[in-house]
């Protein structure tokens, strides 16, 4: 299917969603890692797709690969993360009580705080 439609990443970003629910860690790995691999250089899309890494990593429970996430999308030149997903959100449980993820939501709503406009 993705070859019939021409994937930019949104299809295999999608399937790795749904490894990571049915349990399926290492194949939802590689197909996040795959949607990126695909998206060109679409600066929304890269965003969307590094999110849907974390966040795979994080439906997983792999801790480490999900906190090393942020790192990479610091490199790119806008994020798609919303503070209110990463404080709330259930696909961020496994995290949530960790002080390196603690400190990315303080760093992100900090980012917002002073880009916003007055």
């Not at 899309?45 to 974390?54: D, E, M, P, Y």
């Not at 999900?66 to 209110?84: D, F």
Request: hydrophobic residues 40%; contains cysteine; proline residues 3%.
């Amino acid at each position: 299917m993705k070859a019939k439609v021409g994937d930019n990443g949104y299809i295999t970003a999608s399937l790795s969603s749904l490894a990571a629910g049915l349990g399926e860690c290492d194949l939802a790995a590689r197909e996040a890692e795959e949607a990126l691999a695909i998206s060109g250089g679409d600066q929304y899309v890269r965003a969307l797709l590094l999110s849907n890494i974390a966040l795979t990593h994080s439906l997983c429970g792999r801790k480490d690969e999900a906190l090393a996430t942020p790192a990479r999308s610091g490199r790119e030149p806008i994020s798609l993360v919303h503070v209110s997903d990463l404080r709330f959100g259930i696909e961020w449980n496994s995290l949530r009580a960790d002080p390196r993820f603690q400190n990315y939501v303080a760093e992100t709503e900090a980012a917002l705080t002073t880009r916003a406009p007055r």
